[in-house]
């Protein structure tokens, strides 16, 4: 089984960075796409970014590219998401994904809170 925890969220002001990790444990990862979602209260759950297993191919949602970007390392099992010039509308708590075993595991989520 795959576990992921995410880290790296707090409160920041606008303009400024974050970067979110992402780590798996329990199996290795470095075959599959993962993903960031967010998700903002009363709001549905959002595409944030995935990465493919070799890291090669990236994609973005719209509200979010040239500011974010996503990377791995699949040497420590991680994924991570860059996050700079961060606005008020993009706090949210941040959860990673990836499938295993023909399910959809998440993390426990990271809160990004961007408030001046």
């Known amino acids: 089984q795959v576990q992921l925890v995410e880290s790296g969220g707090g409160l920041v002001q606008p303009g400024a960075s974050l970067k979110l990790a992402c780590a798996a444990s329990g199996r290795s990862v470095s075959d599959n796409t993962l993903g960031w979602f967010r998700q903002a209260p009363g709001k549905e759950r959002e595409f944030v970014a995935q990465?493919?297993?070799?890291?090669?191919?990236?994609d973005y949602a719209d509200s979010v590219k040239g500011r974010f970007t996503i990377s791995r390392d699949n040497a420590k099992n991680t994924v991570y998401l860059q996050m700079n010039n961060l606005k008020p509308e993009d706090s949210a708590v941040y959860y990673c994904?990836?499938?295993?075993?023909?399910?959809?595991?998440w993390g426990q989520g990271t809160q990004v809170t961007v408030s001046s």
């Open positions: 990465i493919s297993s070799s890291g090669r191919t990236t």
């Open positions: 994904n990836t499938w295993h075993g023909g399910s959809l595991v």
